[in-house]
């Protein structure tokens, strides 16, 4: 009778062990492809975690648009089929449109610029998101966006002629982008490459660790050599998820990633500058921008974006706020820091 016993208490004891009982797994999707730099951070955070909660707490990681565009992992993790997402600014601007101020065109300038104004004002849009259901792990810059195109775009009028990807359906953007005299293409970011391919677009914006990343470039090997913004990046889990980890494990965890996005972001900065060299290599060309474009540019944004999306599309007061910070940080350093 107590051989009989024996395996179902064995078994028993193995169920009810602490480490196997509690343990949660975490589905966390993102269109980064496997493999890449950014794919490679959300694997430090699992390995970091898994650590830190002796196998308790692990993520199972859906990269590569695997999971859906952004708009589509949101909705799911709004429906518990995801839990986490690695996100683009781009992304969060339809739970917090205040995000949007962090990448508006021309703004921000530099990585420094860029670092000081997270620090600042990255409490404001998280308490923002955590309202809305979710916790943010970690911030990150998925790098400077530039132009790509199949022709050398070196002025506002070049980018006019080109069929230009346009990332969703945000028709007022969208609107304003036509008003201007641009042909905006709305696709998903998955789209992209096919869309190339067939001619529907033949100019993308995007940073050049991602245009090399994806491989667009090989369709597009005109860079404009001209920052138009940051892409930031940042790591959020559904608010109701994390708060079923162990309550004494969340600080740690939550150490854990923002560590490695501060790692990331310090990364990121060399991305950029080895991908230009690395798509060189295979006949990119970086088109040069005079300063009278670059003024022309910075008039287009001043003149017919700040009007149509200060106010509008996120407040007047999270805009002032950063162009506060940003004139606090320039005033006390000097131009070879920035």
């Known amino acids: 009778m107590i051989q009989r016993l024996l395996p179902s208490l064995l078994l028993a004891s193995l169920l009810a062990a602490p480490g196997l009982a509690s343990a949660q797994t975490l589905k966390l999707g993102t269109v980064v492809p496997e493999g890449s730099p950014w794919h490679q951070a959300i694997l430090e955070i699992d390995a970091a975690w898994r650590r830190i ?12 648009g695997v999971a859906g565009d952004e708009a589509d992992m949101l909705r799911k993790i709004r429906i518990g089929q995801l839990h986490a997402a690695a996100l683009t600014s781009a992304g969060l601007v339809s739970i917090v449109p205040d995000i949007e101020a962090l990448s508006f065109p021309l703004a921000i300038r530099t990585d420094a610029e ?64 036509k008003q201007l005299g641009y042909n905006p293409v709305p696709l998903a970011v ?18 050049p660790s ?70 060189q290599e295979y006949g990119l060309e970086v088109v040069p921008v005079s300063d009278k474009a670059t003024a022309e540019w910075r008039a287009i944004v001043e003149e017919h974006g700040v009007p149509a999306f200060v106010g509008r599309r996120f407040s007047r007061e999270i805009f002032d706020q950063v162009q506060s910070v940003l004139q606090e940080f320039r005033d006390g350093t000097d131009d070879e820091t920035l």
């Open 114 to 177: 860029l670092d000081r104004v997270i620090e600042k004002v990255s409490p404001v849009w998280e308490r923002q998101l955590e309202e809305r259901g979710f916790k943010v792990l970690t911030w990150s810059n998925a790098g400077w966006v530039h132009f790509f195109a199949r022709e050398p775009v070196a002025s506002a009028d070049d980018l006019r002629r080109q069929r230009l990807f346009f990332w969703g359906s945000d028709t007022q953007y969208l609107d304003l982008l």
């Open 210 to 279: 991602a245009a090399l990343a994806f491989q667009w470039f090989g369709l597009a090997k005109n860079m404009t050599d001209l920052p138009w913004a940051p892409l930031p990046s940042v790591t959020v889990i559904s608010m109701r998820q994390w708060n079923r980890l162990p309550a004494d494990l969340r600080p740690e965890l939550e150490e854990a990633a923002r560590e490695v996005g501060r790692s990331l972001r310090e990364r990121t900065r060399r991305l950029d500058q080895e991908a230009v060299a690395a798509m």
């Open 53 to 64: 909660s002796n196998g308790r707490v692990q993520l199972r990681v859906y990269p590569g």
């Open 190 to 207: 998955t789209d992209l490459l096919p869309s190339l391919q067939t001619g529907l677009v033949n100019a993308f914006a995007a940073p």
